[in-house]
């Protein structure tokens, strides 16, 4: 994919740390210094395996993780530490789409009221909440009678559309996207990963997308950060980042990824063994 061409980013980290505090002397640095930019109508992949920090990246930005040191910026606007109205007021241009797509969804709500809801909270009037959940719910290639069913009637890529449909109703500039198909099986992946490129190229809409899979940001990012025990290893587009990648950590990345071929499966794992033994 080919990364629109912006001047200043919309979105800008620079040397970002996050300590979790463990006991009242013992603090984890789960971010050590991560810098990233997301241009306006780019996507940006941020991959790395379980611990490496990139959902604590993602939690920082939605104002979800501490911040001890480092900046985040919004559109040129320091955003590090937002509080009350200033962060509410944050999610008119920034929203998430978490991994769990039916545990993020509200069951004792009918599907219109989860879109709504979003609006309804700033001010939105019922009609023109109306408006805009048929045209989301649409938008993700929902029927219109979704709105009176519950989240748990929808299978999991359904459930997933929602979620979707619920990021875009305030009209975000930004979306965090945190595992969005992980818990997807392949062919629904595929389908939720076409929605996402589409639904970008009609809205504009910038991602930050987070994920432990190679294949994943190759399919819909422009650009690739790699990230390893909370510190940026590898950037860059993503073709590259993915298919010849320079850093041994993201090299055993590329090479624990299966292929259907059982020989050529078998020469990667004997190469990351082989880089795994060198490390």
């Not at 984890?28 to 790395?48: D, M, N, P, Q, Y």
């Not at 009678?145 to 929808?154: G, M």
């Not at 009209?171 to 076409?194: F, G, H, M, Y």
Request: proline share 5%.
């Amino acid at each position: 994919m080919t990364a629109p061409n912006n001047t200043a980013p919309l979105l800008e980290v620079r040397d970002l740390v996050v300590d979790y505090h463990i006991t009242r002397k013992v603090n984890f640095r789960a971010l050590k210094g991560v810098s990233i930019t997301v241009g306006a109508g780019e996507c940006v992949g941020l991959v790395g395996e379980s611990g490496s920090g990139k959902s604590t990246l993602g939690r920082a930005l939605l104002g979800l993780a501490p911040v001890a040191a480092g900046a985040i910026s919004f559109d040129g606007k320091d955003i590090t530490h937002a509080k009350g109205a200033a962060r509410r007021k944050l999610g008119n241009d920034i929203q998430v789409v978490f991994q769990d797509p039916y545990g993020s969804l509200d069951p004792t709500m009918t599907v219109g009221e989860v879109l709504a809801e979003p609006l309804e909270v700033v001010g939105a009037s019922k009609t023109q909440a109306r408006a805009t959940v048929a045209e989301m719910l649409d938008r993700v290639k929902l029927p219109g009678d979704a709105v009176h069913r519950y989240p748990s009637e929808f299978s999991g890529g359904q459930r997933q559309r929602i979620a979707i449909a619920r990021a875009l109703v305030r009209r975000p500039r930004l979306i965090v996207c945190d595992e969005p198909v992980s818990a997807l099986d392949l062919t629904t992946q595929a389908t939720i990963l076409d929605l996402f490129i589409e639904l970008q190229r009609e809205t504009g809409v910038s991602y930050l997308f987070i994920s432990h899979d190679l294949g994943v940001v190759r399919r819909v990012c422009h650009r690739t950060s790699v990230m390893y025990q909370g510190e940026i290893v590898e950037s860059g587009d993503t073709h590259t980042v993915t298919e010849e990648p320079n850093h041994p950590y993201t090299q055993r990345l590329l090479l624990a990824a299966p292929v259907a071929d059982p020989a050529k499966q078998a020469e990667r794992r004997a190469a990351w063994l082989a880089l795994r033994e060198s490390a």
